[in-house]
């Protein structure tokens, strides 16, 4: 009798059956892909797409265009990769469109035009005013991945050229766009080599220039575009004087700067900064006998980015050559968005006749400190003034110290600064050592030129013993005179004990308590002849504890017990036993 599946099966494979017949076109479909919509003929009517097998063995077969006479070519694409396939279209002149048919997949409308093998980047580099620079030369930087930028051309006949240079660059694949440069602009003027990044657009507008190739316009020639990229540019000079009162300074350096054209968020990009935060410097020069000075070859700009500083005075310039006492005052970093108002332009004409006047525009500003002031001995710590720049996106003691002084009064150009008082950093004095032998400590190539250190049995030591928290206050200074009050604290203390297999390596160790938060000061002390110490002097908050901070006699830093500790203002926290490992 013969054997019969049961109806119910035969219907199951039945559905299964037309389910893989559905199922297998769809999959050849889909096994061979391309999506090139414009291909560039060569003189010869070859042209190219480019194609994706998605299978796991090679797509194979036949590749034509829809209704020419041209023959079939045979092409072969490895199985899960790409390539491009070539075709031959001989009327591909009289056709501007075409259909691309290739075994295994859909037909592909394309738009066929002549091949461009190279584009242009070209421009003039034209003097509007000041002194005509020497030796300028433009060069063509290919962006890479991974910062791997590479120089690939350089002009160097840009002055016996009337001011014009011009690079060829290779388009991309099917008259694609070429890769991706940057134009580096360098000039001598006043003997100093200057340079600088082009910024602009496709159509030739100059939007000044910048001295980090990060904010230099990138540049991609396109057949949009007709395959050229016009980059023209313009540069002029800033010229004045600079006195105090009525009488001019000469032999004075001044600095002209120039902000970003954008403000990055990355704190490495801020760092690199020739004032980091705040500004790049586009040139430098010294004023004569009369106080004259000009800097020429400077990118003209619409947008207010040029900042003056002569090194005499201390104090920054900007429009209406009003001063400010910093470089981050004169941009305004302070406001979120950064404003430029106090910054000058740099028309085509250039600037000229501005006079700085470096005696004026300061505020004499003295200082009070209430609450807790520690202890005569420990003065020159707890009552110590360090006045600080603001600066937006830098942390209070990164800042950089603009007056430090056991002085009460400081004289400051307009702008926010950090006032502190008993928060030194830095600190050193000689201390008696308990051995009369310190060779243990000088020994080897890292420490052994610091011999002359050791006399009558002293170490020089970065320690200075402190007693407050120290306080400090962002205060905005301006007018012609001005009070800052401060109020102090006692600060907290840790206390301990070191211990070691050994007598000597616990004494005279140095403890040191630091904060990563960027507004506590690290304070130190130093282990006594049992090994017991006790730092002083902490603001409330959490410490790092490191013992040996400063390799005293070339021990190491590793041991045992608590690392870390929470610290409260005016109180006392023991950390036990600390012990060395050796």
């Not at 119910?8 to 479909?29: D, K, T």
């Not at 190739?213 to 016009?230: E, M, Q």
């Not at 942390?395 to 950089?400: A, N, Q, T, W, Y």
Request: proline share 3%.
């Amino acid at each position: 009798m013969p054997f019969r599946l049961p109806s119910l099966a035969v219907a199951c494979l039945a559905l299964v059956g037309s389910l893989f017949a559905v199922a297998a076109p769809a999959e050849a479909a889909a096994a061979l892909t391309t999506r090139t919509s414009v291909v560039a003929m060569s003189t010869d009517d070859y042209g190219s797409v480019y194609a994706r097998c998605a299978k796991r063995t090679a797509c194979k077969g036949k590749v034509w265009v829809q209704g020419s006479a041209s023959q079939p070519r045979s092409f072969t694409v490895k199985g899960r990769s790409a390539r491009w396939v070539t075709f031959r279209h001989s009327a591909w002149k009289s056709q501007p469109t075409a259909v691309v048919r290739m075994s295994g997949a859909s037909p592909q409308r394309v738009q066929v035009e002549a091949a461009v093998r190279y584009g242009t980047i070209s421009g003039t580099i034209a003097r509007t005013g000041g002194p005509a620079a020497t030796g300028v030369k433009v060069e063509l930087w290919r962006l890479g991945s991974r910062n791997r930028n590479v120089l690939v051309s350089t002009s160097t006949d840009v002055e016996r050229n009337a001011g014009r240079f011009a690079f060829r660059v290779r388009m991309g694949a099917n008259n694609g766009p070429s890769a991706k440069y940057k134009l580096h602009v360098i000039g001598t003027s006043g003997g100093e080599r200057r340079s600088w990044w082009w910024r602009g657009n496709a159509t030739g507008g100059f939007a000044g220039g910048t001295r980090d190739l990060a904010t230099g316009s990138t540049i991609r020639v396109t057949r949009a575009g007709k395959y050229r990229w016009v980059a023209n540019a313009r540069y002029s000079a800033i010229s004045g004087q600079v006195r105090n009162g009525s009488k001019a300074v000469g032999g004075t350096e001044v600095t002209i700067v120039g902000r970003p054209p954008y403000w990055s968020s990355s704190s490495r990009v801020l760092r690199d900064l020739d004032f980091m935060a705040c500004a790049n410097v586009y040139g430098r020069t010294t004023t004569n006998s009369a106080g004259r000075y000009q800097v020429g070859f400077l990118p003209t700009s619409s947008a207010r980015i040029y900042g003056i500083k002569p090194t005499s005075g201390g104090l920054w310039f900007g429009a209406g050559d009003r001063a400010w006492g910093s470089c981050h005052g004169l941009i305004n970093n302070r406001a979120e968005s950064r404003s430029s108002a106090r910054m000058l332009q740099l028309p085509n004409g250039g600037l000229d006749g501005r006079v700085q006047n470096i005696g004026r525009g300061r505020t004499a500003v003295s200082v009070s400190v209430g609450g807790y002031q520690g202890p005569s001995s420990s003065a020159k710590v707890d009552r110590y003034l360090t006045v600080r720049e603001y600066a937006k996106g830098r942390k209070i003691l990164s800042s950089d110290v603009v007056r430090a002084t056991s002085a009460r009064k400081v004289s400051l150009g307009e702008g926010y600064y950090w006032f502190e008082i008993g928060r030194r950093t830095g600190c050193q004095a000689w201390y008696k050592s308990r051995y009369k032998n310190n060779d243990g400590y000088f020994n080897g190539l890292d420490r052994g030129f610091e011999k002359w250190k050791a006399k009558n049995h002293r170490m020089y030591r970065q320690h200075c013993r402190a007693w407050t928290t120290g306080t400090y206050k962002l205060v905005y200074v301006s007018g012609s005179s001005q009070r800052v009050r401060l109020v102090n604290y006692k600060g907290g203390s840790v206390s301990g004990r070191v211990t070691a297999a050994k007598v000597k390596p616990r004494t005279e160790l140095m403890i040191r308590l630091t904060s990563t938060d960027g507004k506590k000061i690290y304070r130190t002390a130093m282990t006594d002849g049992g090994g017991r110490f006790k730092v002083t002097g902490l603001a409330s908050g959490r410490y790092r504890i490191v013992v040996n901070a400063d390799s005293w006699r070339g021990i190491s830093r590793a041991f045992s017990g608590k690392k870390t500790v929470k610290v409260s203002r005016g109180k006392n926290t023991s950390v036990g036993t600390l012990r060395f490992r050796q």
